[in-house]
C-alpha cells in the first residue's frame, strides 16, 4: 500500500502499514517536513497538510489510504526555513590539537546546530542549521519520552543520528574535507542525549527522574550509529531534566569569567537555570512547555517568514516587525511575549491576565480588541493574526512556572539581585527574546535589566570546546560535580512561588 506526496516540486510514492496515519506514514519514510507540536494527538493543529478530496486535514489523525494523493502546504516547508541561532558570543578552549577534523553538534529538541572544525586550530569550517527531524513527535521532552515508550525509540535514535550525518556530509561536502571525523562532540538535553545513544529516556519520564546515563564520555561513532565519526562525546547531564545542554552554556559563559557572579538563563520548552561562579552552582529545571517557541498557541509558528516577531508601542498604535518583510502569517515566540508586554503597556489586561471589555479601556486601544472564534482576542493584524485569551492564559502559565523556579533558584543559593554580577540568556529563544519586554511581564525581574545580555547558541560554543580541547571535556566533568540540583516538582514550596507569579 502507498500514498502519494507532492514537498514541492518533488513527488514521492509512501508505502505505509495498515491503521497508520498519514504522519505515521511520513515519519516512518524518513519525510520530516510536517510539524507536530503536541506529538500526533490532534490538539494543536498544526500539521495540516491537503488530501486530494477531502481538503485540509490534519496528518496526525487522518488515516493513509491507498493512493492517497497528499501535498505538504507551503506553511509547513516554510517552517524548516525558521530561524535559528547557530553562533554564540563566548571564548572557546585552546585547541590542544590532537586531532586534526572536529565536529561538534547542539542537538536541541526544536533545533539542531552542526560545526565542522580544525582541530588544529580550533576555526570552525562550516555551520550548518536545521529544524529537529523529530519534530513530528512533539514540541517538548515529555512528547518525545512518551514517543520512545510507545515503540519508537530505534526510530527516534535513527532520526536524530541521521540528521547529524547528513548536515556532516553536507559540510564535509561544502569544505572539501572527506577524511573521516576523529571527534564528534554533542550536546543536548537529558532526554535528546539518550535519543542520541540510543538509549531509552523512558526512566525521566517518571518519579524520581533518574536518567539512565548521564554521559560525559566517548562512544564508538560506529556503535552509536554515526560511522563517520572515530569517537562521540556527549556532555554530562546533571539530572533527568538539566542536560549537557546547561553544562556546555556553563563552560562556555564562564570561560575566563569564573569570578563573576552569573545568572544562565535558557528559556526554552524546558526552562532551566543556574546561579554561581567559580566552583560552586545551584540549578533547576522547570516544565514551562512550548507556549513560549509558539507551539500550542492559536496563530502561533516558528521563527520562520511571514511570522511576527516583535511588537511595539508607537504613539498609541501598534507595530509589528514581521519575518523577511512579507505579509503576516502567524506569531512567533519572541513576538508572543512583546505582545503581552504591549497589551500590559495598553493597559487592556488585568492584574490577573484577563482581557478587558472595550468599554474599559481607552478609546484609542478598543479597535484591537475583538473576538476569534468565540473567545475575547487582541487584533495584531485587523481580521488576521490575533492572540486570543486561551493564547493568554497559555503564556501566563509559562511565564509563572518560570518566574517560580527562578524565585526559588535565587532563595535557596541565597543569592540576592545585588550580588549578581551578569544575567545570561542563552539559547535560541533567548537569542531573540526582548529583555524589556520580558521583565514588563514578569519572566525576569526588572532590577536586573541593567546586567542582563544575550550570547545566542552558548551550548554549541560549549560544544566546539568540547571537540577540540582535552581541558575542556575535563572542566565539563568539574562543572557537572560542582552543580547542586534543586528538584523543584518536589519542592515543598513551589506550587506557592507558582501562583504567586501568576499574576501581572
Given at each position: 500500500?502507498?500514498?502519494?506526496?507532492?514537498?514541492?516540486?518533488?513527488?514521492?510514492?509512501?508505502?505505509?502499514?495498515?491503521?497508520?496515519?498519514?504522519?505515521?506514514?511520513?515519519?516512518?519514510?524518513?519525510?520530516?517536513?510536517?510539524?507536530?507540536?503536541?506529538?500526533?494527538?490532534?490538539?494543536?493543529?498544526?500539521?495540516?497538510?491537503?488530501?486530494?478530496?477531502?481538503?485540509?486535514?490534519?496528518?496526525?489523525?487522518?488515516?493513509?489510504?491507498?493512493?492517497?494523493?497528499?501535498?505538504?502546504?507551503?506553511?509547513?516547508?516554510?517552517?524548516?526555513?525558521?530561524?535559528?541561532?547557530?553562533?554564540?558570543?563566548?571564548?572557546?578552549?585552546?585547541?590542544?590539537?590532537?586531532?586534526?577534523?572536529?565536529?561538534?553538534?547542539?542537538?536541541?529538541?526544536?533545533?539542531?546546530?552542526?560545526?565542522?572544525?580544525?582541530?588544529?586550530?580550533?576555526?570552525?569550517?562550516?555551520?550548518?542549521?536545521?529544524?529537529?527531524?523529530?519534530?513530528?513527535?512533539?514540541?517538548?521532552?515529555?512528547?518525545?519520552?512518551?514517543?520512545?515508550?510507545?515503540?519508537?525509540?530505534?526510530?527516534?535514535?535513527?532520526?536524530?543520528?541521521?540528521?547529524?550525518?547528513?548536515?556532516?556530509?553536507?559540510?564535509?561536502?561544502?569544505?572539501?574535507?572527506?577524511?573521516?571525523?576523529?571527534?564528534?562532540?554533542?550536546?543536548?538535553?537529558?532526554?535528546?542525549?539518550?535519543?542520541a545513544a540510543g538509549?531509552?529516556?523512558?526512566?525521566?519520564?517518571?518519579?524520581?527522574?533518574?536518567?539512565?546515563?548521564?554521559?560525559?564520555?566517548?562512544?564508538?561513532?560506529?556503535?552509536?550509529?554515526?560511522?563517520?565519526?572515530?569517537?562521540?562525546?556527549?556532555?554530562?547531564?546533571?539530572?533527568?531534566?538539566?542536560?549537557?545542554?546547561?553544562?556546555?552554556?556553563?563552560?562556555?559563559?564562564?570561560?575566563?569569567?569564573?569570578k563573576k557572579k552569573?545568572?544562565?538563563?535558557?528559556?526554552?520548552?524546558?526552562?532551566?537555570?543556574?546561579?554561581?561562579?567559580?566552583?560552586?552552582?545551584?540549578?533547576?529545571?522547570?516544565?514551562?512547555?512550548?507556549?513560549?517557541?509558539?507551539?500550542?498557541?492559536?496563530?502561533?509558528?516558528?521563527?520562520?517568514?511571514?511570522?511576527?516577531?516583535?511588537?511595539?508601542?508607537?504613539?498609541?498604535?501598534?507595530?509589528?516587525?514581521?519575518?523577511?518583510?512579507?505579509?503576516?502569517?502567524?506569531?512567533?515566540?519572541?513576538?508572543?511575549?512583546?505582545?503581552?508586554?504591549?497589551?500590559?503597556?495598553?493597559?487592556?489586561?488585568?492584574?490577573?491576565?484577563?482581557?478587558?471589555?472595550?468599554?474599559?479601556?481607552?478609546?484609542?486601544?478598543?479597535?484591537?480588541?475583538?473576538?476569534?472564534?468565540?473567545?475575547?482576542?487582541?487584533?495584531?493584524?485587523?481580521?488576521?493574526?490575533?492572540?486570543?485569551?486561551?493564547?493568554?492564559?497559555?503564556?501566563?502559565?509559562?511565564?509563572?512556572?518560570?518566574?517560580?523556579?527562578?524565585?526559588?533558584?535565587?532563595?535557596?543559593?541565597?543569592?540576592?539581585?545585588?550580588?549578581?554580577?551578569?544575567?545570561?540568556?542563552?539559547?535560541?529563544?533567548?537569542?531573540?527574546?526582548?529583555?524589556?519586554s520580558a521583565a514588563?511581564?514578569?519572566?525576569?525581574?526588572?532590577?536586573?535589566?541593567?546586567?542582563?545580555?544575550?550570547?545566542?547558541?552558548?551550548?554549541?560554543?560549549?560544544?566546539?570546546?568540547?571537540?577540540?580541547?582535552?581541558?575542556?571535556?575535563?572542566?565539563?566533568?568539574?562543572?557537572?560535580?560542582?552543580?547542586?540540583?534543586?528538584?523543584?516538582?518536589?519542592?515543598?514550596?513551589?506550587?506557592?512561588?507558582?501562583?504567586?507569579?501568576?499574576?501581572?
Amino acid at each position: 500500500m502507498q500514498i502519494n506526496i507532492t514537498i514541492g516540486t518533488t513527488k514521492h510514492t509512501v508505502p505505509f502499514e495498515k491503521n497508520q496515519t498519514i504522519l505515521e506514514a511520513l515519519q516512518a519514510n524518513g519525510i520530516h517536513v510536517v510539524n507536530a507540536p503536541c506529538g500526533g494527538r490532534g490538539r494543536c493543529g498544526k500539521c495540516t497538510v491537503t488530501v486530494e478530496g477531502l481538503g485540509d486535514v490534519l496528518a496526525c489523525t487522518t488515516k493513509a489510504k491507498e493512493d492517497m494523493y497528499v501535498t505538504i502546504p507551503r506553511e509547513q516547508l516554510d517552517a524548516g526555513k525558521a530561524r535559528i541561532a547557530e553562533e554564540g558570543i563566548c571564548r572557546h578552549y585552546k585547541p590542544d590539537g590532537e586531532v586534526s577534523l572536529a565536529a561538534a553538534c547542539d542537538i536541541g529538541t526544536t533545533t539542531v546546530v552542526c560545526h565542522l572544525l580544525d582541530g588544529k586550530t580550533g576555526q570552525k569550517l562550516a555551520t550548518v542549521s536545521e529544524p529537529s527531524a523529530q519534530r513530528g513527535f512533539g514540541a517538548d521532552v515529555l512528547s518525545r519520552i512518551q514517543a520512545a515508550d510507545a515503540g519508537n525509540l530505534e526510530l527516534l535514535h535513527e532520526q536524530i543520528t541521521g540528521q547529524i550525518r547528513h548536515m556532516l556530509a553536507q559540510m564535509q561536502e561544502k569544505t572539501k574535507r572527506k577524511e573521516n571525523i576523529e571527534r564528534l562532540a554533542i550536546v543536548g538535553n537529558t532526554v535528546m542525549s539518550h535519543l542520541a545513544a540510543g538509549i531509552s529516556p523512558s526512566l525521566i519520564g517518571v518519579t524520581p527522574f533518574m536518567p539512565k546515563e548521564f554521559f560525559g564520555r566517548e562512544f564508538s561513532g560506529k556503535g552509536i550509529g554515526i560511522p563517520e565519526c572515530d569517537k562521540v562525546y556527549i556532555a554530562p547531564a546533571v539530572a533527568g531534566f538539566l542536560g549537557g545542554d546547561i553544562t556546555a552554556d556553563l563552560i562556555a559563559v564562564m570561560h575566563g569569567n569564573e569570578k563573576k557572579k552569573t545568572l544562565l538563563l535558557d528559556v526554552g520548552t524546558n526552562g532551566e537555570m543556574a546561579v554561581g561562579s567559580g566552583n560552586h552552582y545551584m540549578c533547576c529545571a522547570t516544565a514551562v512547555g512550548s507556549a513560549f517557541e509558539g507551539a500550542q498557541m492559536t496563530m502561533g509558528m516558528p521563527a520562520a517568514p511571514g511570522a511576527v516577531s516583535h511588537v511595539w508601542l508607537d504613539k498609541r498604535r501598534l507595530r509589528l516587525e514581521v519575518i523577511e518583510d512579507i505579509e503576516a502569517r502567524g506569531i512567533c515566540g519572541s513576538g508572543l511575549i512583546d505582545a503581552l508586554a504591549v497589551m500590559l503597556e495598553m493597559g487592556i489586561l488585568d492584574d490577573t491576565g484577563l482581557l478587558k471589555k472595550p468599554g474599559e479601556v481607552s478609546v484609542a486601544f478598543r479597535r484591537y480588541l475583538g473576538e476569534y472564534r468565540g473567545q475575547p482576542c487582541m487584533w495584531l493584524v485587523p481580521g488576521k493574526i490575533c492572540m486570543t485569551q486561551e493564547d493568554i492564559r497559555g503564556l501566563q502559565l509559562a511565564k509563572a512556572a518560570f518566574a517560580a523556579g527562578l524565585h526559588i533558584l535565587l532563595r535557596e543559593s541565597k543569592t540576592e539581585y545585588k550580588e549578581i554580577d551578569r544575567v545570561i540568556l542563552a539559547g535560541g529563544f533567548g537569542s531573540y527574546l526582548n529583555k524589556e519586554s520580558a521583565a514588563k511581564i514578569g519572566l525576569i525581574p526588572k532590577e536586573l535589566l541593567p546586567v542582563t545580555e544575550s550570547v545566542g547558541n552558548a551550548a554549541g560554543e560549549g560544544a566546539v570546546s568540547a571537540a577540540i580541547s582535552c581541558e575542556a571535556r575535563e572542566k565539563l566533568g568539574i562543572m557537572k560535580e560542582s552543580m547542586q540540583y534543586i528538584e523543584l516538582s518536589s519542592h515543598p514550596d513551589f506550587s506557592e512561588a507558582y501562583m504567586q507569579q501568576m499574576g501581572f
